[in-house]
């Protein structure tokens, strides 16, 4: 825990608090590890015709960010630099709470995903994924002769 | 009679739950370098406002989501962040830039003249 003894942000702690409790005490479903607290952060959501996936990835060049798409499993992965590197020797760093390193995170996306028809773009540090359901599987009305 | 008392005209506004953004702050001899994670905000929905001694940062998420989306797993929950700070008296608020890359900002706020740092000499006698 990274409480500082004299703390200038009560709010602050109290939400890494609550942050590292939520990571502690909460099950994960996924044999890849915890579902959440990890860097990017994850949204996913689904349309009839779409899968729709937001990472968080601020501070990360786009060109640096890799998506495989491999037998229905979905990895984000890259690096994130830190933005303390050039910090002096006189200077001091009086908070420090941003990501920096590798990351990678993974998605098992179901059957239906036509893994030919995604589309990503990046903007404002978010990255939006959009898959395209099979054509087979997307709702259709049947005419009734 | 006493209706003034009953009804509070100079009410604060009721303030949105909002994300608390991860930060980093360096402190370097001629002043302070802050960087915030607003993934999502573009530069026109980013506010950075110092109000006496406090500095507030907040930041609406752009979201363009396709229509009838079902979330189906978020880990980001609100569409927006904001975090305030206390300035200490050293800082000049006009020394104030902003710059906002891939969801990044980097603030930068200068010292004052008279609080740049100034090496003590100390006489031996």
Redesign the interface.
Same mark, same amino acid.
């Given at each position: 825990m990274d409480f500082s003894l004299f703390p200038r942000d009560v709010f602050a702690d109290l939400g890494r608090l609550h942050r590292q409790l939520q990571d502690a005490v909460e099950f994960s479903p996924s044999i890849r590890g915890f579902a959440r607290g990890g860097f990017p952060a994850l949204n996913v959501g689904g349309t009839p015709r779409s899968v729709e996936i937001y990472a968080y990835v601020p501070g990360v060049d786009p060109a640096g960010i890799e998506v495989n798409l491999e037998r229905g499993v979905l990895t984000i992965s890259g690096e994130r630099k830190s933005g303390l590197g050039g910090v002096g020797a006189k200077d001091s760093v009086h908070i420090e709470e941003r990501f920096t390193g590798k990351f990678r995170r993974v998605i098992t996306l179901s059957d239906d995903l036509d893994p030919d028809a995604v589309e990503a773009r990046c903007r404002d540090g978010l990255l939006h994924i959009s898959i395209k359901r099979k054509a087979a599987a997307q709702p259709r009305r049947i005419s009734i002769q | 009679m006493n209706e003034g008392k009953l009804t509070r005209e100079s009410r604060a506004p009721v303030e949105q739950a909002a994300l608390?953004p991860?930060?980093?702050?360096?402190?370097?001899?001629s002043g302070?370098t802050l960087?915030a994670?607003?993934?999502? +905000?573009?530069k026109d929905r980013l506010h950075v406002q110092v109000e006496a001694d406090t500095l507030t940062i907040s930041g609406e998420?752009?979201l363009a989501?396709?229509?009838?989306?079902?979330? *189906?797993?978020?880990? +980001?929950s609100l569409p927006r962040y904001r975090?305030s700070? *206390?300035l200490s008296k050293e800082l000049d608020p006009e020394k104030l830039s902003a710059e906002?890359?891939?969801? +990044?900002l980097k603030l930068r706020i200068g010292k004052a003249a008279h609080a740049q740092p100034r090496r003590v000499e100390i006489k031996v006698g």
């Open positions: - | 608390l991860p930060v980093d702050v360096i402190e370097d001899a302070i960087y994670d607003l993934p999502g +905000v573009s998420m752009d989501m396709p229509q009838g989306m079902a979330a *189906t797993h978020a880990e +980001v975090r700070f *206390t906002l890359k891939n969801g +990044v």
